[in-house]
Nanobody, 122 residues
Framework: VQLQASGGGLVQAGGSLRLSCLAS????????MGWFRQAPGKEREFVAA????????YYADSVKGRFTISRDNAKNTVYLQMNSLKPEDTAVYYC????????????????WGQGTLVTVSS
């Protein structure tokens, strides 16, 4: 499956952004989907994930209560709604797809999008 992330940009602290990731090439509903991020000088880290049918979601503690992952299987798209953004949320955000059961470990993913930059100013 090919993935294309979009929706990044520059936002002030406290603001909101919604990222989208459009999948193509395979049956989207067969894949668990995840969002990861990599800040400058840091390792890539897990942000959020959602099961194939959307019935279960998982979040990093750092974004719980502020970010919401969702998916629309009819549109082959997964979303990340980011509210109450903080400067420490600044990073390149990647969407990824997997048929593995484990969704919080980036090693479980083998399809990655190109990344979209989110910059949060203070």
């Amino acid at each position: 499956v090919q993935l294309q992330a979009s929706g990044g940009g520059l936002v002030q602290a406290g603001g909101s952004l919604r990222l989208s990731c459009l999948a193509s090439g395979r049956t989207f509903s067969n894949y668990g989907m995840g969002w990861f991020r990599q800040a400058p000088g840091k390792e890539r880290e897990f942000v959020a994930a959602i099961r194939r049918g959307g019935e279960f979601t998982y979040y990093a503690d750092s974004v719980k209560g502020r970010f919401t992952i969702s998916r629309d299987n009819a549109k082959n798209t997964v979303y990340l709604q980011m509210n109450s953004l903080k400067p420490e949320d600044t990073a390149v955000y990647y969407c990824a797809a997997t048929t593995n059961a484990v969704l919080v470990d980036q090693k479980a993913y083998y399809n990655w999008g190109q990344g979209t930059l989110v910059t949060v100013s203070s």
